[in-house]
């Protein structure tokens, strides 16, 4: 189909943001910006708002297959396509693990039918998740994998990592791996601290993420292996990274708008929906994380969306599930943060949610507004405050930490592949 997009302020580098254009897209290529164009085709009138490259999420759980309960193809892409997500990647810890072809080409099938965006998969580095035995890497990455990924349960062998390393640089897919110590992280549900004290909880301390940083690092220096550590959460951890992004091109980190805009201390009373993993750590690491997005060490932006059911979240602390609900809040709560609030600039928030993961996972004709790439985007109103209602998201998983809340940088419309696929007029 053929699209016009008017009066549309642009948030590229190749445009001026202040300046209203307008945007034609023929087969779901942008295929001319400029003034004043006509087209004879479906019309969108932008009205003045902010027009940005739809988001890139590189750290999002599906759940489906085998845990549609707490959510499924069909309306994580809805809740992503609301909150501005035109790509969504999947982590490979789904029932049954994505750590062969035939699960790739399964899970796949699915998403051609049930996804109104784009979405990529990872493939598990080992079998079954466990860290142990190296998964079928190359006929997965045959079958259309874009990453190898370890699914949130590190290897703790350092033997095996290396290996892993060394085999996945002959495919150019980066290693995509969240850092934590099984040992010392293992029963913690909060920050090692002062709230784990006060509540009388288990704590996982800030060292099991720098330990595992420090040594990722190392290999993947030594190695020149192109590796993406996500949910970056402990201060000193942003500081390893700084240091070795020093001598290494290869090594991209990322965080999640919770880690730099919550702390322990929302856990008070305990309050279930901000038991997440990795926990919220503190004042200090928020202000790091926060810098890290600064000068440029954190590379990216993700969701870190990882749903359950309210049911599961509304019980004791102790037994309450480990979860977010951020698909719908990250681009409000980052730009009215960060935007706003003078850390960074909207092209800057562009790059860290979609120009730099598109360029980590080798999607070259995504990530930019501009001529002859492709038409994913996202009108985005940056003037008016709107309130957090959990109730009113599309994911299953209705509950939020930022609820009644009031944010600027709302999604009013996204477009993937040319297509409208979300409007909220």
């Given at each position: 189909m053929d699209l016009l997009i008017k009066n549309a302020r642009i948030v590229s580098d190749y445009y001026d943001i202040n300046k209203p254009m307008d945007v034609f897209i023929s087969g779901g290529i942008i295929k001319h910006i400029g003034e004043k164009l006509s087209y004879k085709c479906e019309v969108i009138d932008a009205g003045g708002n902010i027009l940005m490259p739809g988001l890139i999420d590189i750290s999002c759980k599906i759940c489906e297959s085998g845990y549609e309960n707490k959510d499924n193809i069909v309306k994580v892409s809805a809740s992503a396509a609301a909150g501005g997500f035109t790509t969504l990647t999947t982590s490979p810890n789904t029932l049954p693990i994505i750590d062969n072809k035939s699960v790739v080409e399964y899970v796949y099938g699915k998403v051609a039918t049930g996804s109104i965006i784009n979405m990529f998969l990872f493939g598990s580095m080992t079998k079954g998740c466990e860290g142990k035995e190296i998964a079928e890497i190359g006929e997965m990455?045959?079958?259309?994998?874009?990453a190898i990924a370890d699914g949130g349960a590190p290897i703790n062998n350092a033997e095996t990592l290396k290996n892993i390393m060394l085999y996945i640089k002959m495919f150019g897919v980066p290693l995509i791996t969240q850092c934590m110590d099984s040992d010392l992280a293992s029963g913690g549900m909060v920050n090692s601290g002062y709230m784990s004290t006060k509540l009388g909880l288990r704590g996982n301390p800030a060292e099991a993420e720098e330990i595992i940083v420090s040594r990722n690092l190392i290999l993947a220096r030594h190695l020149k292996c192109r590796m993406h550590m996500t949910k970056i959460t402990v201060g000193d951890s942003v500081q390893l990274i700084r240091d070795a992004k020093k001598k290494?091109?290869?090594i991209t980190s990322g965080?999640?708008?919770h880690y730099f805009t919550l702390t322990e201390k929302e856990v008070e009373n305990f309050y279930t929906i901000a038991k997440v993993d990795p926990p919220l750590r503190t004042d200090d690491d928020v202000r790091q994380i926060t810098e890290g997005l600064r000068d440029g060490t954190i590379d990216v932006i993700s969701s870190g969306h990882m749903p359950a059911h309210f049911d599961l979240k509304n019980t004791e602390f102790e037994k309450a599930a480990y979860g977010i609900s951020?698909?719908?809040?990250?681009?409000m709560v980052s730009y009215t943060t960060l935007v706003r609030g003078g850390i960074l600039s909207i092209n800057e928030l562009a790059k860290k949610m979609s120009e730099n993961p598109a360029k980590i996972l080798g999607m070259r004709t995504k990530g930019v507004i501009k001529e002859g790439m492709d038409a994913d985007l996202i009108i985005v109103d940056t003037e008016n405050e709107y309130?957090?209602?959990?109730?009113?998201?599309?994911s299953r998983a209705k509950y939020s930490p930022y609820d009644g809340e009031k944010f600027y940088g709302k999604t009013?419309?996204?477009?993937?592949?040319?297509k409208p696929v979300y409007s909220m007029r």
């Open positions: 990455i045959d079958k259309g994998v874009i290494c091109s290869h965080t999640c708008p951020s698909l719908e809040t990250s681009l309130m957090v209602d959990s109730s009113e998201f599309a009013l419309v996204t477009i993937c592949a040319g």
